[in-house]
């Protein structure tokens, strides 16, 4: 065996004995990546019989809700941990999927032969991967890709992961004689306490240090081993990953949240520093500018043939969310609303805040809470926008497409170009297909596979056995009152 081949298989080791509960991801949903790409001008294949890949897909919890929305579409996920895969084909035979395929398998095994793909998903792989799995997995996309195709990665990225590099050595560095997963998780987070509450008010670098350690200490066992404790993790600059798609045939379209690219968004300061700095700067190294202002440390990218690239557009058209479907996660915060009673206050699900005084767009935004999970057309949003205001014609139209900015920028916007397939239109509660089946299954054994919801979003019921109990009975013959 060659030493890419000795590590692959102490990957694939390390996740058969420390596996995760595969969840649903919003973001590389390929309705969402298809949104996206329409803001930037592209068009890419309907979902309905859309040809899916995910390379490193667990147990499938990422695939399982588009293959339930979309029956036609043919979906395909690979991995190198046979524990997981085998226990997502439990679960999609559970579910009697039939386009779902879950196979063990390395991505530099992958060939022509697997065929063309409309979407490959590549998230939580590349960074972690030694350098011949990344090379294949840029030569997948470019390769397995449609010609009118969209690929999503996801990576690590400097400057915002230098100090968890720091994070990361020191714990490797204190669980390094460790034989067990469980022992190593042990010693790494002893060496987290030291970093969080015992570092000297002399070092530079404390404040950032014990703030990052303090994040980390709150997340699960799995995600700090595999993230922190494997053997490889290689984070990179944004210019590199750009440098390295570029000479693989690819081009960067976006990443998967468009308002994260703006300056705007972080604050004046902010805005104005990286205006200064990147005025005759192209749009890739005005990005990187811009990590180093915020401090980024993980991109989620989408990418197209290069032969596209041409097509991209500099920035998003917020027109084309006319040809969209909406909905919208608020909540009100009510505190906010006594110390400041001219304004009406939200919380998006980032803890992102938004304050707003404006009729119609509170207007809207009571429409979409009110409707949420289920999507609003535009000329529905245009409807309630012009209920609340005296504008007319195109302005109406524009002030209603900044009303979707606005919500897109806080992070509370969901779009997506066309229906989210699971064909319930009920009046009464009603589980989306295949849930009701996944909540049984996990009452009856532990399940590597999360819950989602209408958007293919992780949804947590394994904390409340009463919220699991009435989930069951939302089958469409009773009221939300009963």
Not at 263 to 280: F, H, I, L, Q, R
Not at 315 to 338: F, G, I, K, N
């Amino acid at each position: 065996m060659t030493e890419a081949d000795l590590l692959n298989q102490a990957i694939s080791d390390a996740y058969d004995k420390t596996p995760y509960t595969s969840n649903a991801l919003s973001r590389t949903a390929p309705g969402h990546l298809r949104a996206v790409a329409h803001l930037y001008g592209l068009d890419s294949v309907p979902l309905a019989r859309a040809r899916v890949l995910e390379l490193g897909c667990a147990a499938g919890g990422n695939l399982i809700p588009f293959a339930i929305a979309h029956p036609d579409a043919e979906v395909i996920g690979i991995d190198l941990s046979p524990e997981q895969i085998n226990a997502g084909r439990e679960v999609a035979e559970r579910l009697g999927l039939r386009n779902l395929d879950l196979r063990t398998l390395s991505i530099t095994d992958i060939d022509d032969s697997l065929g063309k793909f409309d979407y490959i998903i590549c998230h939580g792989v590349f960074s972690w991967v030694p350098p011949v799995v990344r090379e294949a997995i840029l030569r997948v996309c470019r390769d397995n890709l449609a010609s009118e195709g969209l690929a999503f990665i996801s990576y690590n990225v400097y400057p915002g992961w230098k100090t968890s590099d720091i994070l990361r050595d020191a714990m490797q560095l204190n669980s390094f004689s460790a034989s067990t997963p469980a022992e190593k998780l042990k010693k790494a987070k002893e060496m987290l306490g030291l970093l969080q509450h015992g570092l000297s008010s002399n070092n530079l670098m404390r404040e950032a240090i014990s703030k990052a350690a303090q994040i980390l200490s709150q997340q699960p066992d799995h995600y700090l081993f595999h993230e922190y404790l494997e053997m490889v993790n290689s984070p990179c600059y944004f210019l590199e990953f750009i440098a390295s798609i570029q000479q693989a045939g690819l081009a960067y379209v976006s990443d998967v949240q468009p308002e994260g690219s703006f300056p705007s968004n972080y604050g004046e300061a902010t805005a104005t520093a990286v205006a200064a700095m990147s005025a005759d700067a192209d749009r890739v190294m005005r990005e990187q500018y811009l990590d180093f202002a915020v401090g980024r440390q993980f991109r989620q990218s989408v990418l197209v043939h290069a032969e596209r690239a041409d097509q991209i557009l500099e920035r998003p058209e917020a027109s084309h969310l006319t040809s969209m479907l909406v909905s919208a996660e608020l909540r009100p915060d009510a505190e906010r609303d006594r110390a400041r009673p001219s304004h009406r206050h939200f919380r998006t699900p980032a803890n992102s805040g938004l304050a707003t005084q404006d009729a119609s767009l509170l207007a809207l935004i009571d429409v979409l809470q009110e409707q949420w999970p289920s999507p609003v057309p535009f000329d529905q949003v245009l409807a309630v926008v012009g209920s609340k205001s005296a504008l007319t014609g195109d302005a109406l139209e524009h002030a209603t497409i900044m009303h979707l900015v606005t919500l897109i920028n806080c992070g509370a916007l969901r779009y997506r170009r066309e229906s989210l397939g699971y064909g319930n239109n009920s009046a009464k509660p009603k589980l989306i297909p295949g849930a009701g089946a996944l909540i049984l299954a996990a009452s009856e054994k532990t399940l590597q596979v999360g819950y989602y919801n209408l958007w293919h979003q992780s949804v947590n019921l394994s904390a409340n056995p009463a919220i699991r109990y009435v989930a069951t009975l939302l089958d469409g013959t009773r009221s939300q009152a009963e």
